[in-house]
């Protein structure tokens, strides 16, 4: 007998369009797999773990979601990218440990189930996940009528990779004098959208018309930019080069994630001039006549990820990370401080 219930239908939760998000995304959960093979459907998602050459292999886990960013994506009616954010946001932290990622899973909340939508949801998750060279091995869709609104989604997922012990990111070697680079977001990322729709009244404002200090970009297509996935760079980087300390940098800025990967009795010297900001940011501070500070304890302010490295090895590490289509550069120097961040 074929799956449908006509009175869960009526409480608000059509089975059969689950069904046929899933079918919708199978396309999209296959470029992710190994041999193009995209079985979801079951009560769990399998991977094969191979880890031939490692002697202590450690699983590592990063899990969150893409916050308040989502609104932008339903206001503008645009889903085919904040898939890609989730991603990076797991993957991202993952890699600051040194750990390849291997699988990811996601969670969507819907207030109804659209498969074309959800299907463009996953579209980009299974971005993500090419971008990061892992596979989308499962993931659930739920339908929550009357808990929010009916087009109304909210997206989560998880990741896992694995690194050989040995091999894992130790700060206990960094020292005075070594330095910190600069890898490049693609603007606000998934982190501060709160005050971002705060300051620029989304729900009201023009989303879609070009804006000058923007370089003719609209502000929606500006903010609604995925977060870039930095896996497969510095992979390559941990290959060639002895890597001292990795940072995220989301929520919190500067001051709360690069101490993260700073030991204590040191910390960063960084002038604000050599901060290569990107036009949103001095808009953002403009209009929400936001305090410096504050900048740089909310956002990235264009700096998506930071790594520390010998002085001796700076110029190879950045020839490497552009080699790999990072824009990298010197962003500031190791120094004794309790401090953490020390801007000047």
């Known amino acids: 007998m074929k799956s449908f219930s006509e009175s869960y239908k009526d409480a608000g939760v059509d089975i059969t369009a689950g069904y046929k998000a899933v079918e919708l995304m199978k396309k999209h959960v296959a470029r992710t797999m190994p041999e193009g093979k995209a079985d979801i459907g079951g009560f769990g998602g399998l991977f094969p773990l191979a880890i031939g050459g490692m002697k202590e292999p450690v699983l590592v886990s990063g899990t969150d979601g893409v916050g308040t960013k989502l609104r932008l994506a339903i206001l503008l009616d645009k889903h085919d990218t904040i898939g890609i954010d989730c991603v ?72 896992v990779g694995v690194v ?50 923007l370089g003719g970009k609209s502000l929606g297509e500006t903010l609604l930019a995925p977060t870039r996935i930095y896996v497969k760079s510095m992979l390559a980087l941990f290959e060639e080069v002895s890597v001292k300390g990795v940072s995220h940098i989301t929520g919190g800025g500067f001051y709360e994630n690069m101490p993260r990967s700073i030991p204590k009795g040191l910390g960063v010297r960084i002038r604000k001039s050599d901060v290569k900001i990107p036009p949103i940011f001095h808009l953002i501070e403009k209009k929400g006549n936001i305090s410096e500070h504050d900048m740089f304890n909310t956002f990235n302010m264009g700096v998506g990820m930071s790594v520390v490295v010998a002085k001796e090895d700076a110029e190879s590490a950045i020839k490497i990370l552009k080699a790999n289509g990072e824009e990298a550069y010197i962003l500031g120097e190791i120094v004794k401080s309790d401090d953490g961040v020390v801007l000047c």
């Open 88 to 159: 990076a946001m797991c993957v991202n932290d993952i890699i600051c440990c040194g750990a390849k990622p291997l699988f990811f899973l996601d969670y969507i909340a819907c207030g109804r189930n659209v498969p074309e939508r959800i299907a463009e949801i996953v579209g980009g998750v299974a971005e993500g996940c090419v971008q990061a060279g892992c596979a989308l091995i499962g993931g659930e869709t739920a339908e929550h009528p009357g808990t929010m609104p009916e087009y109304d989604y909210d997206l989560a997922g998880f990741s």
């Open 164 to 213: 050989d012990r040995a091999k894992v990111i130790d700060n206990t070697k960094m020292k005075e004098g070594d330095i910190m680079l600069a890898l490049p977001s693609t603007g606000v990322h998934s982190n501060g959208f709160s005050l971002v729709r705060k300051v620029f009244d989304v729900e009201n404002c023009d989303l879609v018309s070009p804006v000058e200090e």
